[in-house]
């Protein structure tokens, strides 16, 4: 029997996984998030469709008591089997309530999933913007180094149509501002004599100018 390990076949697909995986991290990571909670269901455990009907419910709750219509609530839900026992919970980013009294909107969305669920356990916190980053995003979602290996987390997540119109705005904020960076590094070398790298070919098209490291990357999801 051979000595060496077996060769991976899919070694490809499970960088593409960690890349996409990155990628939708960062991009959860631009948006202001406001709660990450967590929810759980009681016995006997609810059919699949009903414990969505619970969460979009919540949902719709926290909308009334935070005074924030629900087209404009930033949600980022994620559904997930327990790694002890295989049991389904859900794992919920919350935004948009950056006006409201914020452990007194804690309190009621409490009760209400107390409420809903007949009581079962909730585990509802204030969003670290001190630790905001694609490792606290992928921790608050519930996704370890095991699970990336699994699957995509941006392929078991579900996201409001609030969060693309979010992203889309931070993509054109992003664009604009590498297009004012790109003209104002042409400025520069024309005012102080350097030649542009259309100057040096005049008859070849002018070289894109490199967006400086450090600019919001423009991630789609």
Request: include cysteine.
């Amino acid at each position: 029997m051979s000595s060496q390990p077996r060769a991976d076949r899919q070694w490809h697909e499970k960088i593409m996984r960690r890349e996409r995986f990155t990628d939708f991290a960062y991009t959860l990571a631009r948006i202001n998030w406001d709660f990450f909670t967590t929810h759980t269901y009681k016995n006997p455990l609810p059919r699949p469709d009903v414990r969505a009907a619970m969460v979009w419910r919540w949902c719709q709750d926290v909308s009334k008591v935070s005074g924030v219509p629900y087209k404009n609530l930033l949600i980022a839900l994620r559904r997930e089997q327990g790694e002890i026992g295989g049991r389904p919970h859900e794992h919920c980013l919350i935004g948009g309530l950056t006006s409201c009294n914020m452990m007194t909107v804690r309190s009621q969305m409490m009760r209400s999933w107390k409420i809903i669920s007949g009581n079962a356990f909730a585990d509802f916190r204030l969003y670290d913007r001190s630790l905001a980053g694609a490792d606290y995003i992928c921790k608050c979602l519930g996704a370890n180094a095991y699970e990336v290996n699994k699957f995509s987390l941006a392929e078991e997540t579900t996201l409001s149509d609030s969060v693309f119109r979010v992203v889309r705005t931070l993509d054109l904020m992003s664009e604009r501002r590498c297009r004012e960076l790109r003209r104002k590094d042409r400025q520069v070398p024309e005012a102080s004599g350097h030649k542009t790298p259309a100057q040096h070919d005049s008859g070849a098209m002018a070289c894109p100018v490199s967006v400086p490291a450090g600019l919001p990357g423009m991630s789609r999801i």
